[in-house]
């Protein structure tokens, strides 16, 4: 477990926000967002943030200048980007293709990339300093659908910060805008893979048919005052090497031997987040697995597809069962889960959206997982080479990420920030220490299949 200097203290100098629009004509249009895209859920901002270090052979070059062409250019390609969203009859969205441009911010730091030190990891300090919420553009509603701020650093490299409109794209899209940015900064005049908007083909079906059971969009009351508040929270971040990762497959089943590493590491988490916010044994706790769904669809979805493509299959059971069962019991909720994203649930999925409003996902006692650690966030280059960090700007209450690391020792790992109460993070730390030191008795009770299968 490690995180930046908390004591870090630094000025950002920024310039006047500006309007970045398409470098060429683009159409007017009126463009509709998918019946996935609009859910309740994914309208909100989204940030991240990439480290650069100094590149000599670009010596002379400005990052800001670079970019900011970069990305007018890229708008003539993802002109939808330049427009703004706007709501029709029962929520629909849909982008109104103004060309008005992205928001854009030009900005100067007095710290170098090495005094953040060695572990770039939320939380970073200083954060609304790299990624200012200029007033009036946070709405989900008439507003830039990007922010980008771009900061020089002291020695030469640059921090790239943006702020996306989830409903416009999931991290698979985000990163296949920003790779292309970086392709036209290098100097290429248009993308390898072209944007396709295509959001048709996750609209609902006529007639509208419900098909599958959808828990993860349940109304749930929070009777108990389950929803975590946003005060007193402490946010810290646990690196997890292959080391880490062998020491908690201890705890798996011989017949579970085969899961991924999401898997095995969001049941551990769940588990010990349960156990460290001490619910009530006969509370039901959910854990949201963020699941992209490109290549369930036959055909897959087109490539350069860049809408939200994404499912939050859900693994429901009682607090008690969770936290007293050995961790297999965890690991095949979360697996039976993933095992629902089909094209029939997504389809069943579309019809859901239009049938109840589009809903939130159920936020009570749910615990949201999402694995970014193929989304590419860390490949993108604007000339300076691969980013030092690339991934979300902070964590948040409901959420965890995985997010790809490498330690200042050249170990690869995943870095996963969470986000609790700070008593309950101390208990946290505590069981999720006892796994990771375990002795061979623990290991043996927990490896067992003998499960309370109830709730299977």
């Known amino acids: 477990m490690a995180s930046l200097p908390s004591s870090l203290v630094f000025t950002v100098r920024r310039c006047q926000p500006e309007l970045v629009a398409p470098a060429k004509a683009t159409p007017y249009e009126f463009r509709q967002l998918s019946d996935i895209d609009d859910q ?10 990439q480290f650069y270090r100094y590149d000599p052979s670009m010596q002379g070059r400005d990052p800001v200048h670079v ?17 703004r969203l706007r ?8 982008v109104e293709c103004t060309a008005e441009g992205i928001m854009f911010i030009e900005a100067d730091a007095d710290i170098t990339l090495k005094q953040f030190g060695d572990n770039l990891q939320p939380p970073f300090p200083c954060l609304e300093e790299l990624l200012y919420n200029v007033p009036g553009s946070d709405g989900v509603l008439n507003c830039p659908l990007l922010l980008i701020q771009v900061t020089r650093l002291q020695c030469g490299g640059f921090i790239f910060a ?28 248009f993308p390898t893979v072209q944007p396709v908007w295509q959001r048709e083909l996750l609209n609902a079906r006529d007639p509208l ?12 009351e929070n009777t108990k005052g389950t929803i975590i508040p946003p005060d007193d929270m402490v946010l810290r971040s646990f690196f997890f090497r292959p080391t880490e990762v062998s020491a908690i497959r201890r705890f798996v089943p011989q017949y579970l031997s085969k899961s991924s590493t999401f898997e095995v590491l969001t049941a551990c988490l769940w588990r010990c987040r349960t156990i460290a916010l001490q619910k009530d044994p006969n509370e039901e706790v959910r854990v949201l697995c963020v699941v992209n769904a490109r290549s369930k669809f036959n055909p897959p979805l087109p490539v350069g597809y860049y809408g939200n493509a994404l ?12 936290c007293n069962n050995p961790l297999g019991y965890a690991l095949e909720l979360v697996r039976k889960a993933k095992a629902d994203v089909t ?4 389809r069943s999925l579309a019809a859901l959206m239009v049938i109840k409003g589009r ?8 615990y949201v997982m999402s694995d970014l650690t193929r989304a590419g966030f860390r490949e993108v280059d604007f000339g300076w080479g691969k980013a030092a960090y690339g991934g979300p700007a902070k964590g948040r209450v409901v959420a965890s990420y995985y997010i790809p690391f490498r330690d200042n020792r050249g170990e690869d790992g995943i870095v996963v920030p969470v986000c609790l109460p700070a008593v309950a993070m101390e208990k946290f730390i505590k069981e999720l220490d006892a796994m990771l030191n375990a002795d061979e008795e623990l290991i043996r009770v927990h490896s067992s299949t003998k499960y309370i299968l109830s709730a299977l």
């Open 359 to 366: 809903p939130h996902f159920t936020v009570v006692n749910s």
């Open 311 to 322: 499912a939050y299959p859900v693994a429901v059971t009682t607090a008690g069962r969770l």
């Open 40 to 49: 309740e859920g994914l309208r909100f901002q989204m940030p991240g943030l």
């Open 209 to 220: 048919r419900v098909t599958c059971p959808h828990r993860e969009y349940e109304e749930v």
């Open 162 to 189: 943006l702020r996306l409109n989830h409903t416009m794209s999931d991290a698979a899209g985000l990163v296949q805008f920003m790779t292309a940015v970086g392709e036209i900064a290098r100097g290429a005049t």
């Open 87 to 94: 709501e029709g009859p029962n929520r629909k969205l849909a």
């Open 343 to 346: 094209e029939e649930h997504m």
């Open 67 to 83: 970019i900011r062409e970069a990305i007018a250019q890229t708008l003539v390609f993802y002109y939808p980007f330049a427009g």
